[in-house]
């Protein structure tokens, strides 16, 4: 059975990590005098949490790495009893062949209060013996005693040209061809995180072994950044009607959600912004329409009205703000 490309292109050294080159340096370091602190690894999903724990979990210790690393999604195993039994457990046992044990827990941001408390107090018995490894994508979260017991690296999404790069040299590996717009597409929705464009981009491929445009819109089921730049630029220019039409089309033929069209707006007003085509006033009025039509949208509103509301917005927006 073929592996999931995001497994079978997973980096195994810290070496192979993809954009976070200042963490993979104060690891290292760590390889380098054998010895790891308790650590904390925050930040958005797929941004290489995981993959740089278990690198650097084999390269501490060893070929019996197995043997002396647990690991426990804290989304599953998230409450009291999961740390006073498994991690105690664990922790207990002398390490095999190994200088220390290594527990690596994910998501712990979705630990229960108590849970965490009882973690902090497993973290202080067994500093001889074990260190721990602690993921999550919100460090405010943890509770501060756990957080003082760690040495934080807070991870960012990876760049563009990184994600871009690492996309090309799949492709390559795979025999696949490939629009350069198709993959711009891919990071675009992504927005820096490796998994998920990985996966999209294995999605996309097609019975001719091309990644084209077309058959990326088709995975990711969005709407094309041009579609949502003309609805705005007609929005600004007070064309209300035109701009309506084309949510409408959107909305209807395309079967994009709500929730999903008020995202990209933002994404692409942030966009145009950057262009120099929507001044610094206009889009801190934009941004204020679209928190207000998102919080309600989430909160149950029909989505169509409260986006046409938001486009009605735009039309008193001018260009001498």
């Known amino acids: 059975m073929n592996k999931p490309w995001v497994e079978k292109y997973r980096p195994q ?3 192979d990590i993809i954009g976070q080159e200042q963490i993979v340096k104060r690891l290292q370091r760590y390889i380098d005098e054998k010895q790891m602190p308790n650590i904390m690894f925050t930040g958005p999903a797929g941004v290489g949490k995981t993959t740089s724990a278990l690198a650097l979990t084999k390269k501490l210790l060893g070929d019996n790495w197995q043997h002396n690393f647990l690991e426990l999604n804290a989304s599953d195993a998230r409450g009291i009893d999961t740390v006073r039994n498994e991690i105690k457990n664990f922790c207990r046992l002398k390490s095999i062949n190994a200088p220390f044990r290594i527990i690596f827990l994910d998501e712990v941001d979705n630990m229960t209060k108590d849970a965490q408390q009882a973690l902090r107090r497993e973290m202080e018995m067994y500093t001889k013996t ?10 405010s979260k943890i509770i501060d005693p756990i957080q003082s017991r760690c040495a934080i690296f807070r991870f960012a999404p990876i760049k563009a040209f990184n994600i871009i790069a690492r ?3 799949i492709c390559d590996k795979e025999g696949l061809e490939y629009d350069e717009t198709a993959l711009e597409n891919i990071v675009y929705f992504t927005q820096g995180d490796m998994r998920k464009s990985v996966n999209i981009l294995q999605a996309s491929t097609t019975t001719d ?9 088709e995975v990711i089921h969005k709407a094309k950044p041009k579609d949502i730049r003309k609805i705005i630029v ?11 039409t084309l949510l409408r089309e959107t909305m209807i033929t395309e079967g994009i959600s ?4 008020i995202t990209q707006i933002h994404q692409e007003v942030v966009k145009m912004t950057s262009e120099q085509i929507i001044t610094e006033s206009e889009f801190i009025k934009i941004v204020e329409y679209i928190s207000e039509c998102d919080y309600r949208i989430r909160e149950g509103a029909n989505s169509r009205i409260q986006l046409e509301a938001l ?7 001018t260009k001498n703000d």
């Open 234 to 244: 007609k929005a600004l220019d007070k064309d209300f009607m035109g701009a309506r």
């Open 13 to 15: 050294t810290l070496e």
């Open 258 to 261: 709500g929730e999903d069209l």
């Open 209 to 217: 072994n091309k990644i084209t445009k077309e058959a990326v819109f």
């Open 311 to 317: 486009l009605s917005k735009f039309l008193i927006i």
């Open 130 to 139: 074990s260190s721990f490894i602690l993921s999550c994508n919100y460090s």
């Open 167 to 169: 996309l090309k040299y």
